[in-house]
Nanobody
Framework: QVQLVESGGGLVQAGGSLKLSCLVS????????VGWFRQAPGKEREFVAA????????LYADSVKDRFITSRDNAKSTVYLQMNSLKPEDTAVYFC??????????????????WGQGTQVTVSS
């Protein structure tokens, strides 16, 4: 059974950076696409970024394009989300999730079978 654990969240000033990590463990820990989502209080969970199992392709939400970068190191079973030029509106709980697909990147949360517990990111103005 696949398990995901996020880390790296915290409090940062606007314009700052944070790097989130997602440790993926289990029987199929390196052969599925992984997505990042976030959920702010009172809002629906929204897609942030995704990366294929082999890191050949990535996909980003328009709101984070050119500011966030996702990558992965399969030797370490870890997926990363580097967040730069953070804005107060980036404040949310961030989740990583393992997709049911390998090379197709989905923005729909229903395409992701296993989720981490989330890590809080707070950006102060």
């Amino acid at each position: 059974q696949v398990q995901l654990v996020e880390s790296g969240g915290g409090l940062v000033q606007a314009g700052g950076s944070l790097k989130l990590s997602c440790l993926v463990s289990g029987r199929t820990n390196d052969n599925h696409a992984v997505g990042w989502f976030r959920q702010a209080p009172g809002k629906e969970r929204e897609f942030v970024a995704a990366i294929t199992f082999n890191a050949h392709r990535t996909l980003y939400a328009d709101s984070v394009k050119d500011r966030f970068i996702t990558s992965r190191d399969n030797a370490k079973s870890t997926v990363y989300l580097q967040m730069n030029s953070l804005k107060p509106e980036d404040t949310a709980v961030y989740f990583c999730a393992s997709s049911v697909r390998y090379v197709i990147l989905d923005t729909n949360p229903e395409a992701y079978a296993t989720w981490g517990q989330g890590t809080q990111v707070t950006v102060s103005s």
